[in-house]
């Protein structure tokens, strides 16, 4: 995925392509303008249908998508978009639920912010979401797997199974696994994790950090990663 110097970027051959998908028009030309003004190129689609048919047309490197969309909700949205090819998504909701969050983050969301939001932390998340991704690019020469508690973690594939099982993790459910199993029983912080997996630099996402080990612990059971209240988590598989 190429990126521009404005998301830590090696010299582009193309600007980033943002794909918005958002019913509320101030929102999306909000959002449009602010990202344009970073010289990428954004398109602003206004249903469900549109967007998913977008996503296909256009390969966007980024998709920013609201949860509530006419004609399909942004949760089928990002279910079709993922179904096709892994892109970051970042939804936008107007309801602070954790299970809104979960099952967003369960259908393939990389991010999660609940509106109203402040445009400069929008584009903070989303360009930390580009620079993850242009990252796990250059990794994967990385063909090093990782074997333990049955769970196979294959980085240069960036595939995982357990007991033999292939598990779908989106893009950040990987990561973050890879940063917890590369050093395992060893506890790290929500504040490193935010700043190794999401590259945010405060603990504002401490949320988003729960949330997606929540997401981990569905699809991989809950005896891999143990949580040290008020500290962070550890991959700790009880077999090993």
Not at 10 to 33: F, K, M, Q
Not at 166 to 174: A, I, R, S
Request: with cysteine.
């Amino acid at each position: 995925m190429v990126t521009k110097s404005s998301t830590g970027g090696n010299g582009a051959e193309h600007a980033v392509r943002v794909l918005v998908v958002e019913d509320e028009p101030a929102i999306a030309t909000a959002i449009a303008h602010r990202m344009a003004a970073e010289g990428w190129k954004v398109e602003v689609v206004h249903d469900g249908p549109t967007g998913v048919r977008a996503a296909a047309e256009n390969d966007p490197d980024l998709v920013v998508l609201d949860v509530m969309l006419p004609g399909m909700d942004g949760l089928e949205v990002c279910r079709r978009i993922q179904a096709e090819r892994p892109v970051p998504v970042l939804m936008l909701t107007a309801r602070d639920d954790e299970t809104d969050m979960l099952v967003g983050l369960g259908v393939g969301a990389d991010d999660y912010m609940t509106k109203p939001f402040s445009m400069r932390e929008l584009m903070a998340r989303t360009k930390a979401l580009l620079r993850r991704v242009e990252r796990a690019a250059q990794l994967t020469e990385q063909s090093t797997a990782i074997s333990s508690g049955g769970v196979v973690i294959d980085r240069a594939q960036r595939r995982v199974s357990r007991d033999g099982v292939p598990v779908h993790l989106t893009p950040t459910e990987f990561d973050l696994l890879v940063t917890l199993a590369s050093t395992p029983r060893t506890v790290l912080t929500r504040e490193r994790l935010l700043a190794e997996v999401w590259d945010w630099i405060d603990a504002s996402g401490t949320r988003t950090v729960d949330s997606h080990v929540k997401a981990l612990r569905r699809k991989l059971g809950p005896d891999l990663i143990r949580t040290v209240h008020g500290v962070g988590y550890a991959f700790e598989p009880a077999d090993d």
